[in-house]
Nanobody, 126 residues
Framework: QVQLVESGGGLVQPGDSLKLSCAAS????????IAWFRQAPEKEREFVSA????????QYADFAKGRFTISRDNRKNTVYLEMTNLTPEDTAVYYC???????????????????WGQGTQVTVSP
């Protein structure tokens, strides 16, 4: 079993930055591809970004390109999502998810990910 715990969310103003963390326990993070998804109130969950186990593959949603950066530190069993130039449209609960078959690949499909965290709230408001 794998447990994923997100942290780093909070209330920020437009234009601010936040760095989210996804810490894994129960199994070495290094065997997992990790993705970030988000869900805003009354909206569908959407893909944000993903990184493979080997860090050879990274993907970003169009809205994240140029503003968000995903990275991982397998020694710390942690994946990060650094978000800059935040807007109110980025307000959502952000979830990290793990794919045990993600050694080389990443996926934007939520169904590919077996393990999920509980989420961390990000609120961007003036």
């Amino acid at each position: 079993q794998v447990q994923l715990v997100e942290s780093g969310g909070g209330l920020v103003q437009p234009g601010d930055s936040l760095k989210l963390s996804c810490a894994a326990s129960g199994r070495a993070l290094s065997v997992l591809a990790i993705a970030w998804f988000r869900q805003a109130p009354e909206k569908e969950r959407e893909f944000v970004s993903a990184v493979s186990w080997t860090d050879r593959s990274r993907q970003y949603a169009d809205f994240a390109k140029g503003r968000f950066t995903i990275s991982r530190d397998n020694r710390k069993n942690t994946v990060y999502l650094e978000m800059t130039n935040l807007t109110p449209e980025d307000t959502a609960v952000y979830y990290c998810a793990g794919d045990p078959e993600g050694k080389w690949r990443t996926s934007q499909r939520a169904s590919q990910y077996e393990y999920w965290g509980q989420g961390t709230q990000v609120t961007v408001s003036p």
